[in-house]
């Protein structure tokens, strides 16, 4: 159990730190990009432009960067919280059962709605065009992909069945402490 504590305190102190560096990445995203992205609500062409044409993939990836980035914020958090337990030498303990669900539950939704982003701001642009969109009126040879990303949600499976493991953990401990 000793070896169990010092690994879990080793990755709590690399997890706090892959924390700040998130939390200052989404802060330099949010203060840097977005306001060369977006300037009196409309977007300029020339932050979206490669060689004169307009990439859908990078005016997507606007919108979707910040999500990702919040998504492994809150990650990093619900993962310090399930190294809590362990820290003190408890790996069946009911919160890292809980906090692996509420995990994959994250994965899940951040999967689904970086999905959604994607296909409809896609789906918009070919539909309506991109002076629907972008509100100037002539740009040609836009790149657009119809894409569902599946690794979202195959980590929530495997954290969701993490989760029914550590919660047969649980049940074979506290046996094991009524035995004793």
Do not use: C
């Amino acid at each position: 159990m000793k070896k169990i504590s010092e690994t879990a305190k080793f990755i709590d102190k690399t997890a706090v730190i892959l924390f700040w560096i998130s939390i200052f990445s989404l802060a330099l995203f949010l203060a840097l990009v977005l306001p060369m992205t977006f300037e009196g609500g409309d977007l300029k062409p020339q932050t979206l432009t490669v060689e004169g044409f307009f990439d859908v993939n990078r005016f997507v990836m606007v919108f979707i960067v910040p999500i990702k980035i919040l998504m492994l914020t809150v990650s990093i958090y619900i993962f310090r919280k399930i190294l809590k337990p362990m820290k003190n030498a408890l790996p069946f303990d009911e919160t890292v059962r809980k906090n692996l669900a509420l995990l994959g539950k994250v994965f899940a939704a951040g999967g689904i709605l970086i999905n959604l982003i994607r296909n409809a701001t896609i789906t918009v642009i070919d539909e309506h065009g991109l002076d629907f969109v972008m509100r100037y009126e002539w740009i040609e040879g836009y790149i657009y992909s119809y894409e569902f990303d599946m690794i979202y949600f195959f980590i929530a499976a495997v954290l969701f069945l993490l989760s029914f493991v550590f919660r047969y953990g649980e049940e074979l401990q506290k046996q094991a402490d009524e035995t004793l």
